[in-house]
């Protein structure tokens, strides 16, 4: 690993999802030209620190593929197919094929838009990215690697839980009532708030600020990177 490298990826990335915290606080969206940045330095850093230069080809032809409408029935299909080759090409790297899924995957999940913004998920996979070189080592006598980006996954499950409570806590605070989709048929922030009819109603769904969440989990992540403690 490339320690300069490795210090000035992860500030470019705090420093990136500080500014699209506070864009995404303020106006529920971020440019994607903000995580660009990101992406070249972490693909700079996977070459230079380890001579892959594949891997990240297919991660950033998912990121791009995310630039497709995820409303239409064909936008999963490319993703699919990406890493699909990808998979196979590195049938016998457990490190690349953990990875690739992971990043296909998250690709996936922005069908529709169901939980994550696209702009969301591109965040996620330049994350992934700036990850991708580093493991933590567990154990004391039998001492097994494991990819930094699993833990940064699982710190990224933890803070989208604490993610959907506060929107139900907000939620409520607003409308009275608890729930991801709430009838309401009062006032609300239209950029906080999402609103659709059913059958003549009116239901609200708070728009939660994912950005903010996925600082901390990569906070969390570069944290137990840097003192070698899994969290």
Do not use: C
Request: aromatic share 16%; net charge positive.
């Amino acid at each position: 690993m490339n320690d300069l490298l490795f210090y000035i990826t992860i500030s470019i990335a705090i420093l990136t999802f500080i500014i699209a915290t506070y864009n995404d606080h303020k106006k529920r969206s971020v440019n994607f030209l903000i995580f660009v940045p990101l992406m070249v330095i972490s693909n700079i850093f996977i070459v230079v620190s380890t001579g892959n230069y594949i891997f990240p080809l297919f991660a950033d032809i998912i990121w791009l593929l995310l630039f497709l409408n995820p409303e239409i029935w064909v936008f999963p299909l490319p993703i699919v197919f990406v890493l699909a080759v990808g998979i196979f090409l590195f049938k016998d790297s457990i490190i690349e094929n953990i990875n690739l899924i992971i990043v296909g995957l998250v690709g996936l999940s922005g069908t529709k838009e169901k939980l994550f913004g696209i702009g969301d998920l591109k965040g996620i996979i330049a994350s992934i990215l700036s990850f991708f070189p580093l493991s933590l080592t567990l154990g004391t006598y039998y001492r097994i690697q494991i990819p930094l980006v699993i833990f940064f996954v699982l710190n990224l499950g933890i803070s989208a839980s604490a993610a959907l409570i506060w929107s139900f806590i907000y939620t409520k605070k607003v409308t009275g009532k608890i729930g991801y989709y709430v009838r309401y048929e009062g006032d609300v922030d239209r950029i906080r708030f999402r609103e659709i009819e059913r059958n003549g109603k009116k239901y609200v769904s708070y728009k939660i600020p994912f950005m903010g969440f996925i600082l901390i989990a990569y906070i969390l992540t570069v944290t137990a990177f840097i003192a070698g403690i899994p969290l």
